[in-house]
């Protein structure tokens, strides 16, 4: 069974450009769940997708949106980046019903 | 809203030792599901045991197991044997009835040779 994949892993822009980070689930997982993971620090919940619908999002400004797909897999835009920006976006898909969490290995966005 | 509280950011064992790993959570719900998540440095986060609320008995996964203390709203992750690669960022997270999922701030684990 192939794991949960995120592109790219390592992104470097500057102030004011936008991001894409991508994820690509494990078959049969319906849901999707952002996470921001600055150096040092906890996750901060971004977005949580299910079924294509945005369920929920997290205390970040409108230019963090994304989208579901109808294969599940997903993708995480941040516009007009400022340098706080920099971090690890983990993304981790989950399954229909009470499961975990499965975690890719995260973008790694650095904002110069 | 659902909290997460870890109130060690940092914790160190020595090898072939045992450590126990605090958390403690808040919630009104009586069906809900915990985890402790493990993050090596700069690799891939990987859950390491989980626990339903509705389940007595606490979960063991070979050198991990879990004191879940529902009334008490404590959930500890107690390794044994303690060995270099349990060297991390541990994780606890609740999931709620509806899906949405809380994470502690993290325990930083040392290792000590």
């Known amino acids: 069974e192939a794991g949960v994949t995120q592109s790219p892993t390592h992104l470097i822009k500057t102030r004011g450009q936008q991001a894409t980070l991508r994820c690509s689930p494990i078959s049969g997982h319906t849901s999707v769940y952002w996470y921001q993971q600055a150096l040092g620090l906890g996750l901060q919940f971004l977005l949580w997708y299910d079924e294509g619908e945005e369920r929920n999002r997290g205390n970040f400004p409108p230019r963090f949106s994304g989208r579901q797909f109808p294969n599940y897999s997903s993708e995480l835009n941040v516009n007009a980046l400022e340098l706080e920006d920099s971090a690890l976006y983990l993304c981790?898909?989950?399954?229909?019903?009470?499961?975990?969490?499965?975690f890719g290995e995260g973008s790694r966005l650095t904002v110069l | 809203a659902q909290t997460v509280t870890q109130s060690q950011p940092e914790m160190s064992v020595q090898e072939a030792e045992t450590v126990t790993l605090s958390c403690t959570y808040d919630?009104?719900?009586?069906?809900?599901?915990l985890f402790w998540y493990k993050q090596p440095p700069s690799r891939q986060m990987i859950l390491v045991i989980r626990q339903e609320a509705y389940k007595q008995q606490n979960a063991t996964e070979n050198r991990f197991s879990v004191n879940f203390q529902k009334a008490a709203k404590s959930f500890s992750l107690k390794i044994s044997d303690s060995q270099l690669g349990d060297a991390a960022m541990y994780f606890c997270a609740y999931r709620s009835g509806w899906n949405q999922f809380y994470f502690g701030t993290g325990t930083s684990l040392t290792v000590i040779p």
């Open positions: 981790a898909p989950s399954s229909r019903g009470p499961g975990e969490l499965f």
């Open positions: 919630t009104s719900e009586s069906d809900y599901y």
